[in-house]
RNA sequence: GGUCCCAUAGCUCAGCUGGAUAGAGCGCACGCCUCCGAAGCGUGAGGUCACAGGUUCGAAUCCUGUUGGGACCGCCA
């Protein structure tokens, strides 16, 4: 149910009785007239731009259409008062008995209260973190990955079939110096003295990995060459790297459906089949790269390379795949990647990227329009960088310093609801801050706590009603007459609650998570006033001491509240809480 | 040199497939607890939506250009 999509089609189909009885020409296009909440609450509750958008290619003016259109849409009941305003708005002010309907269905439905077909069981993978398998994941990872994980569970809502993905890096150059990083870790469990040179992860993280080397190796591989160990300890390495960092994302309560090794494409035939799917295109071509304008790297000489001609499918210059001497370059599985997962039958792509990315994005998309003829649309979220803050002052993160702060080190100081929430109070390609001790105060400049603080009232008055011997289950409370909410401040509350469906759908469309976080902060502010009103006018207080059947009213308002911030969080991977501590 | 992202109140930021008088928090000024949790609520001041053109009934939103900030730019992933 949603009450915006019910007005609009009220509105279409009004117009195209008009269009019937001959009062509008046939066959004008409505796609796009709009039902919206005006931003003035005094228009009234639903606005249409109908008439302005018909008027033209009606050839009438937009107030005598707005006119007629007005006098229709005041015969149903659901609609209180019509008029017409401006240069042809249509200000619809709905009937109360609209918006305790909503608090009703909001309360028998649930969790599922807000649920959009939007995503017709499409197949939509998101593709998110992929971080090297070398290290623990940061603070950057953290934001993707708490990004994606919420824009997957918001397009499940928004009804998508969902993926969660995540590609291994395990293919490269760099998990060879990850495998002779912990070689020297090992020959350290082993009683030697090591030194880390440029080139090498000096990360603590290693030490045990060498030391499990060590008890399963023995010394067996003190002084053997590389060759013969660089294989074993590849895999070893690259298995421990990727088991810490499953264990960092359930920290964060992030699971995936795959995890996709980069490994499993090479000699296998995987990219060579992607290839060839591209040449049979006559994409693939041997040529030689004009240098990059401006500056020019110091060794740069021209060379022929193995090229794909993306420039056919929107980039601006085409790309190797293949370096001159004949490996591939990392582009390549990439290719082998997203065709695989066309392969396997998704409608819809999303890769979600680190914003350092951003110059990838034209090659991808080239990639993905040849692979699947333009069929499988592909979407590429940059998440820009999280900037640091300890005791009011920027932190600077060095790598080499070994100072960097990892997922681990935020999640166990602030918990994983608030850097989950927090993570997603900025949209993703806005900067963000995060700063340990704000995101923990319990004031209203921090959204999490504000919000849970709403959701917690909620429950301390039904507790209070409960401990007054009051059913307040949701059967009894969707069961009570709620014909007594009608003061404003109640009613804008059930207005707020009824623009959720729409928000899902609104962030589904644009896959952007952030937009549940800021609705369910719009929605907190909203009960907040309302239950500080009770101060001053103790009948909007929710529980009504003797009168139970307008506290079962009230209560069922508090309740649909809950429904909707529980829903959200949900989305956002959030706990609701029961009561502050 | 090129590509992508960004520019909205003193500060940090929202702003719906283009809608009416552009919003919130912080900060500032002033109010509200014998009262369901005041960890909250209310009122007020505060804006050439970076700049200049264009598209149209209508532009913070779309297009072009300019300025300023960030990211990236063959044989690293």
Redesign the pocket.
């Known amino acids: 149910m949603n009450l915006?999509t019910d007005i609009?089609a009220l509105v279409l189909d009004s117009l195209s009785a008009m269009m019937d009885e001959g009062a509008l020409p046939a066959g004008l296009d409505t796609?796009?007239?709009?039902?919206?909440?005006?931003?003035?609450p005094?228009?009234?509750d639903m606005?249409?731009?109908a008439a302005?958008?018909l008027?033209?290619p009606a050839g009438g003016k937009?107030r005598d259409i707005a006119e007629a259109l007005a006098a229709r849409l005041s015969a149903d009941t659901r609609i209180a008062r019509v008029?017409?305003?401006?240069?042809?708005?249509?200000?619809m002010a709905l009937s109360d008995t609209v918006w305790q309907d909503t608090v009703r269905h909001a309360i028998l439905t649930g969790p599922d209260f807000g649920r959009s077909d939007l995503g017709q069981g499409k197949r939509v993978n998101v593709e998110f973190v992929s971080a090297?398998p070398t290290g623990p994941l940061h603070v950057g990872h953290t934001r993707g990955a708490v990004f994606g994980d919420a824009l997957a569970a918001l397009l499940d809502f928004a009804g998508y079939e969902v993926t969660r993905e995540y590609y291994i890096?395990?293919?490269?150059?760099?998990?060879d110096v990850l495998a002779r990083s912990v070689y020297l870790r090992y020959l350290e469990a082993n009683g030697q003295e090591v030194a880390f040179e440029d080139g090498t992860y000096p990360g603590n993280y290693l030490i045990p990995v060498g030391e499990a080397l060590a008890a399963q190796y023995g010394d067996a591989l003190v002084g053997k060459p590389e060759a013969e160990w660089l294989d074993d300890l590849r895999d070893f390495a690259t298995d421990a790297m990727m088991h810490m960092i499953r264990a960092d994302l359930a920290a964060l309560g992030i699971e995936m459906d795959v995890f996709f090794s980069?490994k499993s494409l090479y000699g296998t035939g995987r990219i060579e089949e992607a290839i060839e799917n591209l040449r049979a295109r006559d994409l693939i071509y041997r040529g030689?790269?004009e240098?990059?304008?401006?500056?020019?790297?110091e060794?740069?000489?021209?060379?022929?390379?193995t090229l794909f001609r993306s420039t056919a499918h929107g980039?601006?210059?085409d790309?190797?795949i293949m370096?001159?001497?004949g490996?591939?370059?990392?582009?390549a599985?990439?290719i082998a990647y997203h065709h695989d997962k066309i392969e396997r039958g998704f409608d819809l792509l999303i890769d979600v990227l680190?914003?350092?990315?951003?110059?990838?994005?034209?090659r991808l998309k080239a990639a993905v329009s040849a692979l699947s003829e333009g069929r499988v649309p592909l979407d590429v979220k940059?998440c820009?960088?999280v900037?640091l803050w300890k005791n009011g002052e920027p932190f600077k993160m060095s790598k080499r310093a070994g100072n960097f702060v990892t997922l681990r080190d935020v999640v166990d100081q602030v918990g994983p609801d608030v850097t989950r929430f927090h993570m997603l109070?900025?949209?993703?390609?806005?900067?963000?801050?995060f700063d340990f001790a704000k995101v923990l105060e319990?004031?209203?400049?921090?959204p999490v706590?504000?919000v849970q603080?709403a959701h917690?009232?909620v429950?301390?008055?039904q507790?209070?009603?409960r401990e007054a011997g009051l059913n307040v289950d949701d059967a009894a409370l969707a069961g009570a007459d709620l014909s007594g909410l009608t003061h404003p401040s109640e009613l804008a509350v059930a207005r707020k609650l009824a623009?959720w469906p729409?928000?899902v759908?609104?962030a589904g469309?644009?896959n952007?998570p952030?937009?549940i976080a800021?609705y369910l902060?719009?929605l907190?502010?909203?009960f907040?006033?309302?239950?500080?009103?009770?101060?001053?006018e103790?009948a909007?207080?929710?529980?009504?001491d003797g009168d139970e059947a307008t506290?079962r009213s009230?209560l069922a308002l508090a309740r649909a509240v809950t429904v909707v911030i529980s829903a959200g969080l949900g989305i956002l991977g959030v706990t609701p809480v029961?009561?502050?501590?």
């Open positions: 915006f609009r796609g796009n007239v709009a039902v919206e909440p005006p931003r003035d005094a228009h009234g606005a249409t731009n302005m958008v008027a033209k937009p008029d017409v305003a401006g240069p042809g708005f249509i200000n090297n890096n395990d293919g490269g150059a760099q998990v980069e030689v790269l240098p990059p304008k401006g500056k020019r790297p060794d740069w000489e021209p060379r022929e390379q980039d601006d210059v790309r190797p370096k001159s001497d490996a591939w370059t990392y582009f599985p990439d680190g914003a350092d990315h951003g110059g990838y994005v034209k940059l820009q960088l900037k109070t900025r949209k993703n390609d806005a900067p963000l801050d319990q004031t209203r400049e921090n706590f504000y603080y917690a009232r429950c301390s008055a507790r209070k009603a623009e729409r928000m759908e609104i469309r644009t952007e952030h937009r800021f902060y719009d907190a502010s909203e907040h006033s309302l239950w500080n009103r009770g101060n001053e103790p909007l207080r929710f529980v009504q506290t009230k029961e009561e502050m501590r």
